[in-house]
């Protein structure tokens, strides 16, 4: 059950009946409308053997499973619009993604006539408990292609590699996304109180500052097309541990 909260600062907070939260995993299924003409599918940088118009259940299931780089795990396929065990054009065929947790971009189709789409998104259920493991891999170049795989290791030794999805991937900077949880509230008659967490991505390059603006309207344009106040603290001076900034309106822009 969820705690349901009175104020924002919870500080009234209950447990309700009705406050339920559902989570769980949902494994990604992919449907394939098979055109007229035999095919291989493309899953990050692998492209399974050529599947046949004719080919039995079992056997496009057999070339799907042989992805040894890319982390997606065993593939059960399924068609639900076959007359036999066997595809033929027309026919949707239906990628169980049985290992792999989370959402999958879209598989590529080498024949342009078959049609792809997305019949259930993976999602991954946060696990209460052990946080997840992560580590850093620097001094990389940003011309290439990386793959990354994991082994895990014990007293009697290594077990079999983990490759990281997706893959391969090539470096490079961008811009950072948005802060995330972004939350104002009144800190006395003359100020606000802004809190903020760091972006998910911070695009590849140390955050070096964060730029806030402010205004009466939601435009942000009330100053002949911008905002009425504006100022650029440095990541330090915010605390990112905190993420938390004062800003005091001078009197004669007082909103």
Request: with cysteine; net charge negative.
């Amino acid at each position: 059950h969820l705690f349901e909260c009175a104020d924002e600062r919870k500080i009234s907070c209950l447990i309700a009946g009705n406050t339920v939260a559902d989570v769980e995993t949902t494994q990604e299924i992919q449907s394939i409308v098979v055109a007229s003409s035999s095919f291989s599918i493309t899953i990050g940088a692998e492209t399974s053997s050529v599947i046949h118009l004719g080919d039995s259940i079992m056997k496009v299931e057999e070339k799907l499973n042989t992805f040894g780089k890319i982390g997606v795990g065993k593939i059960s396929v399924t068609c639900p619009s076959c007359a036999g065990d066997t595809i033929s054009s027309g026919d949707t065929i239906l990628l169980h993604f049985m290992s792999h947790r989370g959402d999958i971009p879209p598989v590529d189709v080498s024949d342009p006539g078959a049609i792809v789409n997305e019949v259930i998104g993976g999602n991954s259920q946060f696990v209460v408990g052990r946080s997840s493991y992560s580590t850093i891999i620097s001094g990389l170049t940003s011309v290439k292609d990386w793959y990354v795989r994991i082994f895990a290791y014990n007293g009697i030794g290594g077990g079999r590699p983990g490759m990281a999805w997706p893959s391969p991937m090539r470096l490079f900077a961008v811009a950072p996304q948005p802060p995330e949880n972004v939350h104002v509230e009144v800190e006395s008659s003359r100020s606000l109180r802004l809190s903020w967490d760091r972006p998910i991505s911070i695009g590849g390059v140390d955050l070096s500052s964060f730029i806030i603006e402010y205004d009466t309207i939601p435009s942000f344009k009330s100053r002949n097309g911008s905002p009425l106040g504006r100022f650029t603290p440095t990541e330090v001076e915010c605390d990112t541990s905190v993420g938390l900034v004062l800003q005091s309106f001078p009197a004669n822009v007082d909103p």
